[in-house]
C-alpha cells in the first residue's frame, strides 16, 4: 500500500458534557496536529498516489473554519462532544468529498482509502480511517 500524508494544525476551544471527561468539562483550549494519509494499491501514471500540494490545500481548507474557533459555538457541532475521535471522522468526511469531487491531481476512485490522525499532544492521539 502506497501514502502519501500531508500535515497542518489548528488552536480550538471545547468543552465537553459528561463526568467521563472530568475537568475537560469546562472551556479549554488545544492545539491540535492533523495528519492526512491518502492510500492506494497503486501509483498513478504519473508515479505518484496524489498531488501533495492538492491535499494540502485541501486539507487547509477542511480546518480553516475550525482555526481559532471555540467548537462550542459551531452551528454544525451544536449537542456534540468535540472529541479528537470525532474531528477525525469530520475532517476525513470532507477530505473523501475532496477525493470524490476529484479534486486531488487524480480520481477519487482510484484511492482506496484515507486515514486522519490527530495528536492531542506528544503522548496522545487518535485515528479515523476509511474507504472513500
Known amino acids: 500500500m502506497f501514502a502519501v500524508e500531508v500535515r497542518d494544525h489548528v488552536m480550538i476551544a471545547h468543552s465537553f458534557k459528561g463526568e ?35 491535499a494540502h490545500e485541501a486539507l487547509k481548507e477542511v480546518l480553516a473554519p475550525l482555526n481559532y474557533k471555540n467548537l ?25 468529498k475532496a477525493a470524490r469531487e476529484d479534486r486531488l491531481g487524480r480520481a477519487g476512485s482510484e484511492l482506496d482509502a484515507i486515514r486522519v490522525t490527530i495528536s492531542e499532544s506528544h503522548v496522545a492521539r487518535a485515528w479515523y480511517e476509511a474507504k472513500i
Do not use: W
Open 72 to 96: 462550542d459555538d459551531v452551528p454544525a457541532f451544536a449537542g456534540v462532544n468535540t472529541t479528537t475521535e470525532f474531528l477525525t471522522k469530520h475532517i476525513h468526511d470532507h477530505l473523501a
Open 20 to 54: 467521563l471527561f472530568g475537568p475537560a468539562q469546562a472551556l479549554h483550549g488545544a492545539t491540535f496536529v492533523i495528519d492526512a494519509a491518502f492510500l492506494s494499491e497503486e501509483l498513478d501514471e504519473n508515479g505518484v498516489v496524489i498531488d501533495i500540494g492538492r
